[in-house]
């Protein structure tokens, strides 16, 4: 592990502005990817700026009647949190599919939101590979793809987003909330808060260099049946082949987010409109501009099946 400095911060925006002044600064909370990720000589973080005491780790009613969950919030408790399992019960279970118990205890809101992908080329330093290296090519391209993206893909990279809790607050339409080098708040829809690789693969999110995540928010409930479904290669403790996060309502419209496809959660808004032609229309409409490979074709008509599951789920 490359040597480097530690400290405490004492608030957001001082945390902000020295990740911002500091030349490869990281923030660390759980630790739960970043570490593995120094361990192996892929993240390089020249001073670690711990953000655990802070106080962003409660789940808060909004004056809108949703709810504020901070970012330091631990998947577990956000998992069992009655108000998410009672309305955002799509949130609940995608944590609880996620990862094993003691990661969930340990991970947290905001770092489950920029876990980095688990493309094997990216992990194996010896292959070019983009998003580590910006410029060195994309050794994926080419190689064995039966885990990485089938859609919003770029010649310059073909990885997924590896999470299960974006793809969730994706068809919820939560809000990333922040705080900026200079002290200043936003929030940034979390459908444009991850990126498409295009060119620039390495830049994975809408952050600015220093930015903090404080918390996310997700709007008052929507309603209806909420269904996470996740096939992977095992049942326990593997990343999504395909995943289908769906909100479903009595009559059957409703709103539907993909995971395991794309560099990012994939929701196209146009395709709910097709949730009462079932999920042949609705999947072909959110994978339209599909480009598989020969290992990963087998995902397109994944995905049709997996989400008549859930929409078969919803109705019995």
């Known amino acids: 592990m490359t040597p480097f400095t530690y400290e405490r911060a004492s608030s957001a925006a001082d945390a902000a502005s020295k990740a911002a002044r500091v030349p490869g600064a990281k923030f660390i909370a759980g630790g739960t990817n970043l570490l593995d ?3 192996l000589q892929i993240e390089t973080p020249t001073h670690l700026i711990d953000i655990n005491k802070l106080g962003f780790d409660k789940i808060e009613t909004t004056p809108e009647g949703g709810l504020r969950i901070g970012a330091l919030v631990r998947n577990t408790d956000l998992a069992s949190d009655m108000r998410v399992r009672g309305d955002y019960a799509v949130l609940s279970r995608a944590l609880l599919a996620g990862a094993s118990g003691q990661l969930r205890n340990k991970a947290t809101t905001a770092g489950n939101l920029l876990q980095r992908t688990r493309c094997p080329y990216f992990y194996d330093t010896n292959q070019p590979c983009n998003k580590r290296q910006p410029g060195s090519g994309c050794a994926a391209i080419g190689g064995f793809t039966r885990q990485l993206g089938i859609v919003g893909t770029s010649d310059a990279c073909i990885a997924t987003h590896p999470g299960d809790m974006a793809v969730a607050m994706r068809v919820l339409d939560a809000n990333v909330e922040t705080i900026r080098a200079d002290g200043k708040a936003r929030a940034i829809p979390i459908a444009d808060f991850h990126r498409l690789p295009g060119d620039t693969p390495h830049i ?53 987010a993909l995971g395991g496809v794309a560099h990012k959660p994939w929701r196209i808004e146009d395709a709910d409109k097709d949730m009462r032609r079932g999920a042949k229309a609705v999947s072909e409409r959110l994978l339209a501009a599909a480009k598989p490979s020969r290992d990963n074709a087998f995902k397109i008509p994944l995905v049709e099946r997996t989400l008549a599951a859930a929409i078969a789920e919803a109705r019995a």
């Open 204 to 256: 994975e999110t809408a952050l600015e260099p220093g930015e903090l995540i404080t918390a996310v928010t997700l709007p008052k409930p929507l309603g209806g049946r909420h269904i996470y479904r996740k096939v992977r290669d095992r049942a326990s403790y593997a990343f999504a082949l395909v995943s289908v996060a769906a909100v479903i309502q009595p009559d059957g419209t409703g709103r539907v």
């Open 37 to 39: 990720l120094m361990k």
